[in-house]
C-alpha cells in the first residue's frame, strides 16, 4: 500500500490530491487548495506547494512521514509585468501571459511570430514570422532601424515588445506597422525563440488572443503583480510609520529574535535592524526583509537555523500577522525570485552566508489562517 499525492500549481491556486494506492486500486483521501505563491514556474511556489500538502494531509489524519510518493505536475514560468482591470495590450507565449493598458499603446492588431532579440535580428533564418524583444539598452530610433531592416523577403517582424515607453516613438518610425507593446519592465524574462502573440487592441477596449483564434498553439494563461487588483500588494504611505522611523516590528521565537524594521537595504539602514526590499510589499502580498548576519547587528545571524513550522510575526500599523516557515534554502546572491508579488500572504527573508559571499539564505514562510 502507498499514499501518494498529486500536486498541480496552477495560475491562482496550487492544489493536492492524496489518495491510498492498494494492489493498483486508487481510493481517493483528502485534496487541499490554496492560492499559488508568487509566479508559477518558479522557487516561491514551494510555499504553496508545502501549505496545500499538509492541508490535504491533515484532513486525511496523516502526516508528510506517511508519504510513499508525490508527484508535481509541470510548472511552466508565468511572467507578470502590469497587470490591469481592462487589458488593451497582450503578449501571450506557450504559458506566458503579460498585459497592460498604458495610455499610449504603439499600434493595433494582432501579431503571432517567435521571440527574438531585436539585435539578432537581422541574422534570424528566413521563412518565419518574428516579435522583436527590444530591452532598454536599444534606444527608439535604432530599433525601428533594425525593425525596418529585419523585414525582409520571407522574414517578417509582425510585432514588438519594448522594455521602455517608447511603442509610440518606434512606431511612428516603421515602414509597416504593427503592434507594440512597451513599458514591459520584465523584458529580460520574455521567453526567446518561443512561438507568441501580441495583441494591442484599441484604448478602452479589450483583446480576444486569448482566444486562440488569432494565435493557434498559443495557451491562454493570467498573471497578476503588485499593481494588480488580484494580487496583494501594500504600499508604503508616511502613516505607516511609527515615531521612531521604523515600519514595524520582525519576531521569531525560535531564534529569540524581535527586531524592528526600516524602509531600504543599504548599509545605514541595517545598521539600525532588518531593512525593507523597496519593491515589496509591507502588509498584503510578498513582504521581503533582509539584515546582517555577522557582527554587532547580525540580525539574521541565526535564520536558516529556522525549522519548517516555525513562526514568525510581522507587526505593522495594519495589524498583526503569522507565518509558518514553509523553506530554508541557499540561493545564488543575484537571486531574488522569492522576492516576486504574490496573490497570497507571505513573507521572505533574505541574509548572506557566512564565508561564502556567492550565495544567500533565504527563508519563507506562509501566513498562518
Not at 487589458?87 to 497592460?100: A, L
Not at 502588509?283 to 546582517?292: K, P, R, S, T
Not at 525549522?307 to 500577522?321: A, F, K, N, V
Amino acid at each position: 500500500m502507498k499514499i501518494v499525492a498529486g500536486i498541480d500549481i496552477g495560475n491562482a491556486t496550487t492544489e493536492t490530491a492524496l489518495g491510498r494506492l492498494d494492489g493498483g486500486k486508487l481510493e481517493f483521501l483528502a485534496s487541499g487548495t490554496v492560492p499559488t505563491t508568487g509566479i508559477k514556474g518558479t522557487r516561491q511556489n514551494i510555499n504553496g506547494i508545502f501549505h496545500s500538502l499538509t492541508d490535504a494531509l491533515e484532513k486525511a489524519g496523516l502526516e508528510v512521514k506517511d508519504l510513499s510518493e508525490v508527484r508535481l505536475n509541470e510548472a511552466a514560468p508565468v511572467i507578470g509585468d502590469v497587470a490591469m482591470e481592462t487589458i488593451t495590450e497582450t503578449i501571450i507565449t506557450e504559458s506566458t501571459m503579460i498585459g497592460h493598458n498604458p495610455s499610449t499603446p504603439g499600434g493595433m492588431g494582432v501579431g503571432v511570430g517567435e521571440t527574438v532579440l531585436i539585435t539578432e535580428l537581422e541574422d534570424a533564418p528566413g521563412g518565419k514570422d518574428y516579435i522583436a524583444v527590444i530591452p532598454a539598452s536599444v534606444d527608439f530610433e535604432d530599433a525601428a532601424k533594425l525593425i525596418n531592416k529585419g523585414s525582409s523577403g520571407t522574414r517578417q517582424v509582425t510585432a514588438a515588445i519594448v522594455q521602455r515607453d517608447d511603442g509610440v516613438l518606434i512606431h511612428n518610425r516603421l515602414d509597416r506597422k504593427i503592434p507594440i507593446v512597451d513599458e514591459v519592465s520584465l523584458v529580460d524574462k520574455v521567453p526567446l525563440g518561443m512561438r507568441s502573440a501580441v495583441e494591442v487592441a484599441p484604448a478602452g477596449g479589450v483583446g480576444d488572443v486569448s482566444s486562440g483564434t488569432s494565435a493557434p498553439g498559443v495557451s491562454e494563461v493570467t498573471t497578476t503583480t503588485p499593481e494588480s487588483s488580484s494580487s496583494g500588494y501594500t504600499e508604503i504611505t508616511e502613516d505607516l510609520y511609527y515615531d521612531n522611523g521604523s515600519l514595524g516590528t520582525l519576531s521569531i521565537p525560535a531564534i529569540g529574535l524581535s527586531v524592528d524594521i526600516f524602509q531600504g537595504t543599504d548599509s545605514a539602514t541595517l545598521k539600525k535592524g532588518a531593512g525593507h526590499f523597496e519593491d515589496s510589499s509591507i502588509w498584503d502580498g510578498n513582504v521581503g526583509l533582509c539584515a546582517h548576519n555577522r557582527g554587532a547587528n547580525s540580525y539574521f545571524g541565526e535564520i536558516h537555523n529556522l525549522q519548517l513550522g516555525d513562526t514568525i510575526s510581522l507587526t505593522t500599523r495594519l495589524g498583526t500577522r503569522n507565518y509558518e516557515v514553509t523553506s530554508v534554502s541557499k540561493v545564488s546572491e543575484t537571486d531574488r525570485s522569492a522576492l516576486a508579488a504574490s496573490g497570497s500572504n507571505q513573507i521572505t527573508l533574505y541574509t548572506c552566508v557566512r564565508d561564502e559571499r556567492e550565495f544567500r539564505w533565504c527563508v519563507q514562510g506562509v501566513e498562518l489562517v
